[in-house]
């Protein structure tokens, strides 16, 4: 069942996808519909999860579940896997590879193989106070807390 996301508690479990580029206005008017359709039918062993999703920045999704009201299983995680699978062929970008690196650049969001991240970090294109966003954020309230970080407070410190 979709909920809005500010209704969701502070624990819920959440998956980030970050997309290679940015969206288009009408494709993220496309993803919206898209993912209501799908979450108002995501169950978990044949129980309606409470669920609902997060956009940012025109490039990532965000999927949360309340895990207090039904948690999210393995056939009901492969099914939200194949949903963005599907977006992933529709716009024809990609949603899964963790080998990226988002961040800010002034006001640009970057996006970045981890390599090239490395080597922008050893030319100090980017440095520990460089904005990234840390996709291994597991719930809201760390996704509030530790999602948007510097990069020396976060799992991208170890190329500084």
């Not at 069942?1 to 998956?15: A, G, R, V």
């Not at 006001?107 to 970090?121: G, N, T, V, Y």
Request: aromatic share 12%.
């Amino acid at each position: 069942m979709f909920i809005p996301f500010e209704n969701l508690p502070e624990d819920s479990k959440i998956w980030i996808y970050q997309s290679n580029r940015k969206f288009s206005d009408d494709e993220m008017a496309d993803i919206e519909k898209d993912l209501v359709a799908f979450l108002e039918n995501w169950a978990a062993h044949g129980t309606g999860l409470e669920a609902s999703y997060l956009l940012k920045y025109n490039r990532f999704i965000v999927i949360a579940v309340n895990q207090e009201v039904q948690q999210a299983t393995g056939c009901s995680i492969d099914a939200s896997v194949a949903f963005i699978q599907g977006l992933e062929q529709k716009y024809q970008v990609d949603l899964l590879d963790k080998m990226n690196v988002t961040f800010k650049n002034g006001e640009h969001i970057a996006h970045k193989s981890l390599i090239d991240f490395k080597r922008m970090a050893k030319e100090k294109a980017v440095t520990a106070s460089t904005i990234v966003f840390n996709n291994l954020v597991n719930t809201i309230e760390e996704f509030n807390e530790n999602w948007e970080v510097p990069a020396g407070e976060s799992w991208h410190s170890r190329f500084f």
